[in-house]
């Protein structure tokens, strides 16, 4: 996504708590100084207060925020700890909380904003081992509903992006070959989802063309749910 945005002349703030990742962001080519990669962790307060402070002495002003940070180890249920509980909450929900609300003030004022989601179409079926992150997933779409209400007399719309299970390298990491495989018999297109398959569909909902469309989920896993 970050590749497309810089195409657009836009100004890209990122945080990941992976240098590598950052590192990769730094690559694009083009990128110059319209790219900055902050290294923090968005499950916690400090960072992202820090994050939205280096956005405030460079540009200013935010106009799209894009929560996209996501962790989904396979533990089974009765195996799981309290603690690894409460560690996918923080990040795939509670993180989203803390960007919105250091963000937020950096986009008012000007009657116009963009917040996407990206959550996953997990919440429709489960997932055997993913219980917490099922569960989280699926409270950010009600955050983001909400928020959509919330948020909409700025001018702001809010609308999440579900995708099935897509091949970046953490799932390579973190999920079984077999599983990755077999995805393809239950998709009307029978191949792999990419990261890339996202970015048309964020960058819409990121656009002017999305101004009247708010609070809505769409889903992207290649026909795998029909919603």
Request: a neutral charge.
């Amino acid at each position: 996504m970050a590749w497309r945005r810089v195409a657009n002349g836009d100004t890209i703030f990122a945080i990941d708590n992976r240098l590598d990742a950052l590192k990769t962001l730094l690559g694009i080519r083009n990128a110059q100084d319209r790219l900055v990669a902050v290294e923090g962790d968005v499950s916690k307060a400090d960072d992202t207060r820090g994050f939205g402070d280096a956005i405030r002495v460079k540009a200013g002003r935010v106009d799209v925020l894009i929560n996209c940070a996501g962790y989904y180890p396979i533990i089974p249920f009765e195996k799981m700890t309290f603690e690894e509980w409460q560690q996918i909450i923080a990040v795939n929900l509670s993180g989203a909380f803390l960007m919105v609300s250091s963000q937020l003030p950096l986009m008012k004022g000007r009657g116009w904003g963009r917040i996407v989601n990206i959550t996953s179409a997990s919440v429709f079926e489960g997932v055997v081992g993913q219980t917490h992150y099922v569960a989280a997933k699926s409270g950010f779409i009600g955050f983001s509903r909400s928020l959509a209400m919330e948020v909409g007399d700025y001018g702001y719309t809010v609308n999440s992006v579900a995708p099935g299970l897509t091949v970046t390298a953490p799932v390579k990491r973190l999920m079984p070959a077999s599983l990755i495989e077999g995805q393809h018999a239950l998709r009307a297109i029978k191949r792999d989802e990419q990261p890339e398959d996202l970015v048309g569909l964020v960058f819409f909902l990121a656009s002017p063309e999305a101004n009247f469309m708010s609070g809505q989920m769409l889903v992207v896993d290649g026909g795998k749910t029909k919603h």
